[in-house]
């Protein structure tokens, strides 16, 4: 399941566009192939244009000069019905919404195109009842100075090159209002911006999926695990702060936290807990996962509360 049913919905989404561009195209060449007038000098103009072939096989000067003298005669009168009708040539071509892979999804080198990776993230958050996140601009936090954060955005920016081969889990902690959400959504939306898959959600709006997942049908339970252990970068803001729903949120965090880890997918938390709290709170288990010693890093941003700052 997981990412599959996403990726089903984009190819009826793009074969939907597809239909709906070759549609409006049709409708307007229907128009024209429906005045006798036009079929007749564009019948006329194909056989003009074959009769100019053979003569360049042939070559025969004058019937050359003859043809392309009828060819631009029967244009000029195409062009003239078009123009009675208010139809310019544009209106006969599909109109696509994404110039670059002409609504297929997938570029000329074979590759995902930007779009479609919008499209299946938007079904993605869709269905998780998240909305879209709006990316703060990384380099311009990287300019702060206060907490060291322009230092440590700096080094973040190996993480970002490196992705998805970068360490994994990583941690970001510190007090309240010190940077760590900042921090994350920034460095989400530079991994996005190369074309990954990246699902940004607080600890609130995991609880409500674990909530959804709870009471499902059966068959849907699954979507809504898979598609947090599915996806490229998932990042985990303010974990601890959401209220737990008996087992079920700490089965569904170790979940989804152990399915990523054992199949090296990357994930991100940010955190006002130490490990202490977090071990107390989560389990020794979840805590091992969370503070991987092996793959794993910590950063830990202390100093003032920014959002204090005039």
Request: charged share 30%.
């Amino acid at each position: 399941m997981g990412y599959e049913k996403f990726y089903s919905a984009a190819e009826a989404h793009y074969s939907k566009l597809r239909r709906e561009n070759s549609a409006k195209a049709d409708y307007y060449l229907g128009i024209l192939h429906s005045d006798e007038k036009y079929l007749s000098a564009y019948n006329a103009y194909n056989a003009a244009r074959f009769d100019l072939f053979k003569a360049k096989r042939d070559g025969s000067t004058a019937k050359i000069a003859e043809l392309n003298e009828k060819i631009e005669a029967l244009k000029s009168e195409m062009r003239r019905i078009k123009a009675e009708k208010k139809i310019d040539d544009g209106m006969l071509l599909p109109h696509y919404s994404c110039a670059y892979c002409k609504d297929t999804g997938v570029t000329s080198d074979g590759k995902f195109c930007s779009c479609y990776k919008k499209f299946v993230q938007g079904e993605v958050l869709r269905t998780l009842g998240l909305t879209e996140r709006v990316y703060p601009d990384y380099d311009d936090l990287a300019k702060e100075s206060e907490n060291r954060l322009d230092a440590i955005y700096e080094k973040m920016r190996n993480y970002i090159e490196k992705f998805p081969n970068s360490k994994s889990p990583l941690v970001i902690s510190g007090e309240v209002g010190v940077g760590k959400s900042m921090l994350a959504l920034s460095t989400a939306g530079k991994i996005a911006e190369k074309g990954y898959n990246v699902i940004f959600l607080t600890a609130y709006e995991l609880h409500a999926v674990f909530l959804k997942y709870a009471s499902a049908p059966f068959g849907e339970k699954d979507v809504y695990v898979e598609t947090l252990t599915d996806c490229d970068l998932l990042v985990i803001d303010d974990l601890g702060c959401e209220p737990l729903l008996g087992n079920v949120s700490l089965q569904c965090l170790y979940g989804v936290i152990n399915e990523r880890s054992a199949n090296s997918k990357p994930f991100i938390i940010t955190t006002n807990l130490t490990g202490d709290m977090i071990a107390e709170r989560y389990g020794e288990v979840l805590f091992s996962r969370i503070f991987n010693k092996r793959s794993g890093v910590e950063i830990r941003i202390s100093g003032k509360d920014l959002r204090l700052k005039k």
